[in-house]
């Protein structure tokens, strides 16, 4: 099995720790939400269902940016190129500020 790891140190500012995982958490739960929103799509659930509109209403707006990036012949690969790039972008997006945050945090600046 070979050695214990050593416990990880505290991080020496704790605003900046929060900080980046609030901003990991909120591009997550977009990143989910989007996801979702191509999901429901591609499976044509009832948009008539209040739990399914409000999915499909967030994911609208945040992919709005997005709309008619690539050219696809009908709604549901249209839904998966430009709702799928929005989630990756997004994701990606939150991942670097974080990171940034918390490096930000450590180097005491």
Known sequence: MGRPRPPLAKHPRPAAD???RVLVGVGFALFAMLIAG???TIFEVNPD????DL??????FFA??????????????????????????YALIAVTLAAVVN???RLGR
């Open 64 to 89: 709005a940016p997005f709309e008619g990036i690539f050219d696809a012949d009908d709604r549901e690969t249209q839904v998966l190129f430009d709702w799928g790039l929005a989630a990756f972008v």
């Open 49 to 52: 269902n209040a739990i399914v």
């Open 18 to 20: 929060l900080a980046s």
């Open 38 to 40: 191509v999901v429901l």
């Open 103 to 105: 490096r930000a945090g």
């Open 55 to 60: 999915v499909l209403d967030v994911a609208g």
